[in-house]
């Protein structure tokens, strides 16, 4: 277990009249906002018309970036950063999923940074330090983008999705009303909720590292919320329960806690990245059809026993005392959940992908190198997983 530091500055207002608090929030930062948000979602759901009466009525002025892509890329992040700069703004309100959060984030430090282009920063050849105060309204359960200090930005012209963070990028305040996901529809509903899933079993449970057995046990049950609401979310857009469960999952799935003491780095993200990079898949999908792939490929008498637990503790199988039959049933188990209980696409040749780019995704995904972590994957292993997936 490594020694580790934990410390999240996130104030997070949770529930169904919370609201009202966003320009007292906001008006702690100064007068000038930039709302920002995505392609249209808020003005349908009404969110857009009542944050602006909020802050209208409070004296705030606002100026507004929309239109920020699900992948949110590095040109709509330099142009929010330019409103900014040109009008002073004190602080960015992200109204959206986790597009919009890492958008905003990605502009708050861009605007205090030597550059007007994010894609410095991201490719560090820029320093930064510093950024806006950020302030988050979630409308989506999925990338815990709400409390953690990442933000994930996309160049399609090179077709690298990347990231860049620091304690900086984390929102100094969040507004999380799970009425407010009542809209989401099924199909973002079961790719949010496996990039919850993910999130845990991805960043830190399937770890050859030892870790507090506290944390393992709350890392199996945020994965059974997700196991447990996803599908009632999905029949049942505005069951509340179910919307509240998946969204406080969601923020703490990626907040620090559940991996302290873990570091390694993120197969199934890195494969992932590569994918929403040349091909622009929605993040969650792509992580369904790749986990239950990679979980088979890397299956040996060293990783069998963490993945029969998975089963046991997560889907509640029976244990049959073979350990390596125990551990393909939980992939099994996983499968069925991805493709049948969230009804998600389990093939990528089925979203019109082929194999031409695997060598070059497989080789940026590796970093030119290896992904470390549960099993250490080389190129050659991560082709082979793209294979698997066709
Ligand atoms: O753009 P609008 O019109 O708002 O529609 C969005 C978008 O089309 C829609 N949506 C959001 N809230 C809604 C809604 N539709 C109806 N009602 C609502 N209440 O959902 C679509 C997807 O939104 P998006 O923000 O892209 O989804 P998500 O939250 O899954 O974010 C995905 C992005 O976050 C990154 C991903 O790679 C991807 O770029 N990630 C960020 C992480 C982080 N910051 O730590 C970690 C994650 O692993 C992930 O990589
Ligand atoms: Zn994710």
Redesign the pocket.
């Known amino acids: 277990m490594n020694d580790f530091v934990f410390q999240n500055t996130t104030k997070v207002y949770f529930g169904k009249n919370q609201l009202a608090k966003v320009p007292d929030e906001l008006g702690r930062f100064g007068k000038n906002v930039l709302m920002v948000?995505?392609?249209?979602?808020?003005k349908r759901?009404g969110l857009y018309d009542q944050l602006m009466n909020l802050m209208q009525n409070a004296g705030l002025t606002v100026y507004e970036l929309s239109g920020?892509e699900?992948?949110?890329r590095h040109s709509t992040v330099n142009r929010g950063a330019r409103i900014c700069r040109e009008n002073h703004v004190d602080v960015v309100l992200a109204v959206?999923?986790?597009?919009?959060?890492?958008c905003s984030k990605a502009i708050a430090v861009t605007t205090l940074a030597d550059t007007d282009d994010v894609w410095d920063l991201v490719e560090r050849k820029v320093a930064y330090s510093k950024a806006l105060p950020i302030v988050t309204v979630v409308?989506?359960a999925?990338?815990?983008?709400e409390m953690?200090a990442?933000?994930?930005i996309s160049n399609m012209d090179k077709n690298i999705?990347s990231g860049l963070g620091g304690p900086m990028c984390r929102p100094s305040v969040t507004f999380e009303d799970p009425e407010?996901?009542f809209?989401?529809?099924a199909f973002?509903t079961a790719?949010?909720s496996f990039?919850i899933m993910s999130?845990v079993l991805d960043v830190a449970y399937f770890s050859q590292q030892e870790q507090m057995d506290m944390l393992e046990r709350i890392q199996e049950e945020v994965m059974k919320t997700v196991v447990k609401y996803a599908p009632v979310a999905i029949k049942e857009p505005d069951n509340y329960e179910a919307r509240a469960n998946l969204m406080w999952a969601s923020s703490w799935a990626?907040n620090d806690f559940m991996y302290c003491g873990v570091s390694q780095m993120t197969a199934c993200?890195a494969m992932e990245?590569e994918l929403?990079a040349y091909y622009d898949i929605t993040?969650?999908l792509g992580l369904a059809i790749l986990t239950p792939r990679w979980l088979r490929y890397i299956l040996d008498d060293t990783t069998a026993p963490k993945i029969a637990q998975y089963g046991r503790n997560v889907f509640g199988l029976p244990a049959s005392g073979d350990v390596m039959e125990d551990a393909k049933k939980a992939i099994d188990a996983l499968e069925d959940f991805c493709y049948n209980k969230l009804g998600l696409e389990s093939h990528l040749s089925r979203l019109g992908i082929g194999e031409e780019n695997f060598e070059k995704m497989a080789e940026s995904a590796v970093r030119g190198k290896e992904i470390r972590g549960f099993k250490t994957l080389r190129k050659e292993d991560v082709m082979a997983i793209y294979q698997m997936c066709m």
């Open positions: 948000y995505g392609g249209g979602s808020i759901t920020v699900p992948n949110p959206g999923g986790g597009s919009t959060i890492d409308t989506l999925a990338t815990g983008s953690d990442g933000a994930v999705k407010l996901t809209s989401v529809p973002q790719c949010g990039d999130h990626l993200h990245h929403s993040h969650g």
